[in-house]
């Protein structure tokens, strides 16, 4: 049954005494930010955004909605599986061995307040990588179950978004606790369960029945939203194919010709999961330590072998990017790489748009067969 | 200890086969890692300088694993002694599966380092002889003094496996044949119904596994080299196409690799 909270305060509250860590966005220099939110009071009520291909602005609204800001420059990611970690420590032994140790860390309990349908989607697919497979990541695990997910739906596509026609949005379906409709401008939130632990929560905390006609309208707001989204993706369905038959394409000299290989849309990207690993030793030699963090395949050392980089070409770099996200994701984890949050496109500094690239690698497939 | 931590492990001996390359056998210090199949490749660690993705090149419970010096982390691993602790992870990848192919011919085409990996493959189809058919080995190196396993060559020879060799360059005294591996390949006889497994550089590999299938052999399989800086499905650096070469490969199909090897830098 949905309900009706007067405010955030009580939810945060609740999820405080819980032990939980509430990340969320709030407003900070000049962006709408993932932090640890103090109280709810930290919410960036009353602010939106304005998205455009390489630009992003943060905006006074008429109204004081807390989610009405689209997705900001960060992600859930870098909770989940930070951009650094300790895998392990060694030090010599006596004997000229060394041992290796590992420390037990105590994961973080996270509360998300506020995650967008597109980010929730997201999660979803970094789960499949991080835990889905023969080598599951533990601490990404221990991370990720311990997380309690309140999701939000969307009233408020950007001008980047498409999350619609990548079927993850605006509506949650399912992988939240909770999940949120805010009535904007009523500072009340329409809010459903998803788990009995979302349930619990909810019934510790002051509550209205929400009645049929306020569910009703919240919902319709919602799935109007759909309608009002700034991008769309061409043919969805087809892309797997679509990249697979483009690996020759003229277009990537094209798009080489603007992209810097700067990386930034990979790491912004929510679902963007690659590492490297650093091996580092102290001056002593007695002590290693290694180290796991982000990496990009636009780097050029990326595709290192001894006799020289694979992808040397800012060619060979985009196009293993767009096809990986779109295409080969598919193979590799049966899903595709992108949810459109439309991130990469307003934090590209040259504004590279991938729904436009993709439109012109259909446009260039449907040429050769004619 | 996560799928990440390394096991410690000892080198037993040290052998070196060429100027660049040697052959370490790895005892575990306490626990051993899983039992490792033909094909299959570990990530050795030299303490505080790094890992590096090697075959396994034989069968036995210790670990043959020979690697050619080519920079930071293979360095360290050619100069380990006797006595010295070496991390393991693995073992990782699909193998070649040739456990699954008895009773067909079995050809093995190697090009310089390419080498380790089909040993373990060779050594594994010689301890059970009986359910092979003819076996071929097809050994391409640069000089003679590349060659790899030069000594146990006479060996194979005596337990029926028909052993070519061919170099690039020969100095005086080589009586052997010199050229393309792609000239032994010509003159194979095996039954099209063999196996063959290749492993060397990409080029190599490519025209190798042209020539077989020119020959009627279908069924090649090459073991393809990426960056790995995981081994496990996690960093994304092995990917070619479809693939994570770490999960998926290293060994793979050749009739599914040639459309994708065939594209620039992909
Ligand atoms: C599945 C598989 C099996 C293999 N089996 C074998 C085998 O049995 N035997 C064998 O000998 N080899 C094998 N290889 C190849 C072997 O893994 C490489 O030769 C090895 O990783 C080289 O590591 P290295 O540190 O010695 O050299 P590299 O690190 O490649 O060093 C080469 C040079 O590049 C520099 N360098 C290192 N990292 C980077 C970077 N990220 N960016 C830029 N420069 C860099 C180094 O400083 C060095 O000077 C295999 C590879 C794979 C994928
Ligand atoms: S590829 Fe771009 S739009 Fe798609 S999920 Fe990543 S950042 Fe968002
Ligand atoms: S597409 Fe844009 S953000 Fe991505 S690497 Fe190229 S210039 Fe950077
Ligand atoms: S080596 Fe890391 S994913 Fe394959």
Redesign the interface.
Known sequence: MPWILDGLADLHGALRADGYTVIGPTYRDGAIVLAELASADDLPYGWGVTLEPGGYRTRRREDDAAFAHSAGPQSWKPFLHPPRVK??E?R?TED?????E?EEETPPRYAFLGVRPCDLRAIGVLDH??IG???????YGARRTGAFIIAVNCTEPGETCFCASMGTGPRADTGYDLVLTELIGEGRFLAEVGTGAGAALLDRIPREEADEAVTEGALAEVAAAADRMGREMPEPEGLRDLL?GS??AARWDDVASRCLTCGNCTMVCPTC?????E???DLT?EH?E?R?RW?S?FDLD?????GGS????G??RY??WL??KLG?WH??FGSSGCVGCGRCIVWCPVGIDLTEEVAALREEQEERRD | MTAMTPTPYRVVTRHAETHDTVTLTLEPCDAAIAPVRPGQFTLLYAFGVGEAPISVSGTGPLLDQTVRDVGAVSHALTVAGPGQMIGVRGPLGVGWGIEETTGRDVVLAAGGIGLAPLRSALLYALEHRASYGDITLLVGARTPGDLLYAAEMADWRGRGVRVEVTVDRAHSGWDGQVGLITTLVSHLDAAPDAVAFVCGPEIMMRLTARELLARGIDDVRISLERNMRCGIGWCGHCQLGPWLLCRDGPVVPYRDAAPLLSVREL
């Open positions: 895998l392990w060694g010599r000229g061995g060394f041992s290796i590992t990588v991080m497979g023969a080598h599951p990541d533990e601490a697979a690996l020759d999961f690659c590492t490297t690993v091996d580092v030793t030699g290693a290694r796991q990496d395949c990326f595709s290192h072998l001894p694979v992808r040397t070409s060619k060979s196009r293993q096809t990986h080969t193979d590799q």
